[in-house]
């Protein structure tokens, strides 16, 4: 079950859980503090250990730190870093953080947001990527000069790992159908190792349906008829191209969440991963994104009635007050956004007698 794979978590001192916060660069240090914020208000029993990864830095000092934490922690709240450098030496941290904790799935629930003008309408589809290998092997060479070849890695068990981890989530969460994304015409024995683990797993699986349509494709179809979809089984490129590709037709960058997981460690960061460098400090990046996956986390520990007052918060913002910012063709600041929500918080937490 989707359920088993979801790491149990660890660290809880007197009732509080530890969490690994790593802000990353960009927007993330200030939505980080919105979330800081946000819990105060909520009296949400999570406290954070706090680790900044400078991409810049020659040595991997700071991730290895980070790495270690999350192996305390069992549970992190992620922004991006950004990895600006094409030196082959200088490795994405992001990749190198996913790797070394084998979170082999990021799952993007892509759910329409009512109150919000967006592309298309009603859109609910769950995207299940696989994380640590693929495209993202970081495995490029130049041959002979003026010629590089770049290593796309594509293995069996993880592929099963995760065709199993998308029709055991369908079964939990009473998903109907699997669509593979692939390139298995032009890539045929990488794309058609993943094309045929999920063919097979899915005969195991009887109950749900399961399709298989090529990434070229699955992009026109998202933006002509996306309510085909139900849940995408991808490998790590495409599965992040279509979820930008969703999030455009939802609302943009700043709305949805991610979630990674692997068997011990659990990481949540917004679903789009950009860093969103050109508007950090001008307090016009949307909170949201960034929110929502801190509601995930606290869904994920267990911390169900502050998971639901936060959510129930954000929801009323967005979609009762419409309270905006400028990405949502609003006039809102970030802190107009969040100072809505905390009002909402308080007084739901005062209602449910949490705080
Ligand atoms: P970006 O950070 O420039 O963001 C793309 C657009 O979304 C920008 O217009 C930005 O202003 C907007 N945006 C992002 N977050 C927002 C928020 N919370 N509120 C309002 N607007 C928001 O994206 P770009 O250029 O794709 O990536 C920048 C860095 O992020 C890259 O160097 C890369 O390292 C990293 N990255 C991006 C990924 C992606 O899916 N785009 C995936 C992984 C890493």
Redesign the pocket.
């Known amino acids: 079950f989707a359920k088993k794979v979801t790491p149990i978590p660890k660290a809880k001192y007197g009732g509080r859980h530890a969490v690994t916060m790593l802000p990353g660069g960009?927007?993330g240090p200030e939505?980080m503090g919105y979330v800081k914020e946000v819990f105060r208000y909520g009296g949400v029993p999570v406290d954070f250990e706090t680790v900044q990864i400078d991409p810049k830095s020659d040595s991997n000092e700071d991730l290895e730190y980070a790495i270690t934490s999350i192996r305390r922690n069992g549970v992190a709240i992620k922004g991006?870093?950004?990895?600006?450098s094409l030196d082959t030496d200088v490795i994405?941290r992001?990749v190198a953080l996913r790797n070394e904790l084998d979170l082999f799935v990021n799952v993007v629930h892509c759910q329409s947001c009512p109150g919000i003008k967006a592309r298309q309408k009603d859109i609910d589809i769950i995207i299940i990527r696989q994380n640590t290998e693929g495209e993202y092997a970081m495995l490029e060479h130049e041959s002979v000069h003026g010629v590089v070849e770049s290593m796309k890695v594509v293995t069996e068990e993880n592929s099963e790992r995760l065709a199993r981890y998308a029709f055991d989530y369908c079964r939990l969460h009473g998903r109907k159908k699997v669509t593979t994304v692939h390139k298995a015409n032009i890539m045929k024995l990488s794309d058609g190792l993943f094309l045929e683990v999920s063919k097979r797993v899915a005969k195991e699986y009887p109950d749900i349906q399961h399709d298989a349509m090529i990434i070229d494709n699955t992009c026109m179809q998202l933006v002509a008829n996306p309510h085909q979809f139900d849940v995408m089984l991808t490998t790590n490129l495409y599965g992040?191209i279509v979820?930008?590709v969703i999030c455009g037709l939802l609302g943009?960058?700043?709305l949805l969440s991610g979630r990674n997981y692997g068997d011990h460690y659990a990481v949540f960061e917004?679903g789009?991963?950009?860093?969103?460098?050109?508007?950090a400090g001008k307090n016009?990046?949307?909170?949201?994104?960034?929110l929502n996956a801190s509601v995930d986390m606290l869904e994920h520990l267990g911390h169900d009635s502050h998971a639901e007052v936060i959510r129930t918060a954000i929801n009323k913002t967005i979609s009762e007050d419409h309270i905006h910012?400028?990405?949502l063709g609003g006039q809102a600041t970030s802190i107009d956004v969040v100072q809505n929500i905390i009002k909402h918080v308080q007084a739901l937490s005062k209602k449910c007698q949490i705080v």
């Open positions: 960009g927007i939505l991006n870093i950004e990895t600006k994405s992001n992040s979820s930008n943009g960058a700043g917004p789009t991963r950009n860093t969103g460098t050109a508007i016009i990046a949307n909170p949201i994104a960034m910012t400028p990405d």
